[in-house]
């Protein structure tokens, strides 16, 4: 079946050092790739997608390429922000949607 | 993309009692996903909830725990029934951006905590 495995936290950083988390999935077919994140107190808001093997995802900062013979879709900041301090989810989209446990980040001033 | 409410965005609430929580979309969809959080857990989906027809609920849940309701394309409703203090969770509703499974925007999310 289809299921996603995602580094635990929590991980703490401090103000611009580099952010990897590690994500990696089991599927049938061809997956859609998706790291979503939560602010405190708020609700999963879609951070990036990839939809194909090979294919980077990026936003404010943040990459993650769908890598297939790895089976992976690890997220990458060069330089945290006190403002990325979040829940990080990995996800998995293929006929239903899997979620990974989640990874906090606090980043340090 | 889609905007999503929730109502109400949290409760506390005495075990036995029940609380229905509301989800509104700003444009009309077809799937509609209730989701279940627990304390530093990740998600899980509760129910799949389509216009017109029955939801799907996941395996571990059932109607007479959980009904919903989805009278419509822009709006459902979750209920928590008979509540008990493990069912202290943030719960959550979600729309499929169009596609299978290609993506999902969620609500702000309601806080339940069963006393």
């Known amino acids: 079946g289809n299921s996603v495995t995602q580094m635990e936290g929590p991980v703490t950083l401090s103000e611009e050092a580099f952010l990897t988390i590690n994500c990696t999935y089991t599927?049938?077919?061809?997956?859609?790739l998706f790291w979503y994140v939560q602010y405190p107190g708020e609700g999963l808001q879609l951070l990036l997608k990839?939809?194909?093997?090979?294919d980077k995802g990026s936003n404010k900062g943040f990459e993650a390429t769908y890598r297939k013979e790895t089976t992976s879709f690890h997220l990458e900041k060069g330089s945290v922000q006190v403002s990325d301090s979040a829940v990080y989810f990995c996800?998995?989209?293929?006929?239903?949607?899997?979620f990974g446990a989640g990874t906090r980040l606090t980043v340090k001033p | 993309s889609a905007v999503i409410s929730q109502k109400p965005s949290r409760d506390i609430c005495q075990r036995g009692t029940s609380l229905t929580i509301q989800c509104q979309v700003d444009?009309?969809?077809?799937?509609m996903f209730w989701y279940r959080q627990q304390p530093g857990q990740s998600l899980t989906l509760i129910a799949t909830?389509?216009?017109?027809?029955?939801?799907?609920?996941e395996s571990g849940f059932v109607i007479d725990k959980f009904p919903i309701s989805r009278p419509n394309l822009t709006f459902s409703t979750l209920t928590v029934s008979n509540m008990s203090p493990e069912d202290s969770s943030i719960y959550l509703c979600?729309?499929?951006?169009?596609?299978?499974?290609?993506?999902?925007?969620f609500g702000p999310g309601t806080r339940l905590t069963v006393t």
């Open positions: 996800a998995l989209g293929n006929n239903d949607m899997r």
């Open positions: 444009s009309q969809v077809t799937m």
């Open positions: 909830a389509n216009q017109g027809s029955e939801a799907t609920y």
């Open positions: 990839a939809t194909k093997a090979d």
């Open positions: 979600s729309v499929e951006s169009g596609g299978s499974f290609t993506e999902q925007y």
């Open positions: 599927a049938t077919g061809y997956p859609s």
